[in-house]
């Protein structure tokens, strides 16, 4: 099976794990991943990325010419798309981009006239409903109408994409997988002394951007509460709430508490998911978010939390959008904005060492079953060998 892949998500070799695993799986299966040859992503990575072509076995990473460098919808590849699809005749041809993306129905349109007769599936991450307007509604149409398979991150877009008129098949997975060699159980004795962390504190962290829908002053007010109690916040991150967040904790007489760390490697942070015993992921729902094809937000999947379960960190997370369902059976959920049942949540984590040490192996086992990227990768298999066949 010859799989071609393409997003500006693996302009980062990180990211390509899931598909270097998806090659290794069968003899006979080619992946090469078409990716922007220049991006600047903007907001924490501000600086342009020049991708680098890579032949590994099977798996290979193409740049490809593009006409926008940093909106994800406006992306366009040049005519040297044309010579590697006629070279490597995909069966299946996958755009991460979304919906409404003018890459994914620019590969639709090549497809046809190439005469590849290659499955066309999309992913996305959209979870909430949304009107469009001409011409964006003709685009989502057209990518719809020909489309074969679709990978969703979370329940709620399979929802949203059958009210939109798909009938077709879809899975639901997250985009990238974690990586069990990085993020694994192990203690971190001197990182913890360099950050004054003392034996008998209970350390809750927080991984992600400092901004009110993830739910920071929720965190911070349900600790507040619990000020009496021997515990930490470790805030790994950074973004606009930074003041506010250490206005509060002296507010409350908790900013000795709070250890902010804001650039840290996505390689090394694995070490501070282990000095944490839980991680909280307090994100709350937004409407105030607009774009000319939707409005609002909501936690599309979580990365973080099965980063934290794959070092058998036990996780908290809030009610919003993909949150319970990535948890599960395996970590605490709480009504999201509710500062007393957060509190609740945290309390029971603390004072029994029993519930902690059972969630923690629930999470490390749901994590080495579902979202490592060989996991994923066997699973987006499955479905690329489902819609060949049914097709």
Not at 185 to 214: C, H, M, N, S, Y
Not at 217 to 232: D, H, M, Y
């Amino acid at each position: 099976m010859r799989i071609l892949v393409a997003s500006h998500t693996y302009i980062v070799d990180l990211n390509r794990e899931k598909l270097r695993e998806l090659s290794r799986l069968e003899s006979g299966i080619e992946v090469t991943v078409v990716t922007p040859k220049i991006w600047q992503p903007g907001g924490v990575q501000n600086k342009t990325i020049e991708t680098q072509p890579l032949q590994e076995g099977s798996f290979r990473v193409v740049p490809i010419s593009n006409f926008s460098k940093n909106n994800q919808g406006l992306l366009t590849f040049g005519a040297d798309l044309i010579p590697l699809l006629r070279e490597f005749k995909p069966d299946i041809i996958q755009v991460e981009q979304g919906s409404k993306a003018l890459a994914y129905a620019e590969f639709i349109t090549l497809n046809k006239l190439l005469g590849l007769k290659a499955k066309n599936v999309f992913f996305t991450w959209w979870n909430l409903p949304y009107n469009l307007k001409f011409p964006i509604s003709l685009l989502e149409s057209y990518n719809l109408k020909n489309t074969h398979g679709i990978v969703v991150g979370n329940k709620d877009g399979v929802d949203i994409l059958r009210e939109r008129g798909y009938k077709g098949p879809m899975v639901i997975m997250p985009q990238l997988g974690v990586d069990e060699s990085l993020f694994k159980p192990q203690t971190q004795p001197e990182l913890a002394k360099e950050l004054g962390i003392q034996e008998g504190d209970f350390v809750v962290g927080f991984v992600g951007r400092f901004v009110e829908e993830k739910g920071l002053l929720t965190l911070v007010e349900a600790l507040a509460n619990l000020a009496e109690k021997s515990w930490k916040l470790l805030l790994l991150g950074r973004g606009p709430l930074q003041s506010n967040l250490l206005e509060i904790a002296a507010e409350k007489g908790i900013k000795g508490k709070l250890i902010l760390v804001e650039s840290v490697p996505h390689d090394r942070v694995y070490q501070y998911i282990n000095l944490m015993h839980t991680l909280v992921l307090p994100s709350q729902t937004t409407y105030q978010f607009k774009t000319l094809t939707a409005a609002g937000w909501k936690e599309q999947f979580g990365h973080v939390l099965i980063e934290a379960m794959a070092c058998q960190v036990p996780v908290i997370g809030s009610d919003s959008g993909e949150i319970p369902n990535v948890i599960g059976e395996a970590g605490l959920v709480f009504p999201e904005g509710n500062v007393g049942e957060l509190q609740k949540c945290l309390i029971n984590l603390m004072d029994k060492p029993e519930l902690k040490e059972k969630l923690a192996n629930l999470g490390y086992e749901k994590a080495m079953n579902q979202y490592t990227n060989k996991a994923l990768a066997k699973r987006i298999l499955d479905f690329y060998k489902q819609i060949t066949d049914n097709n």
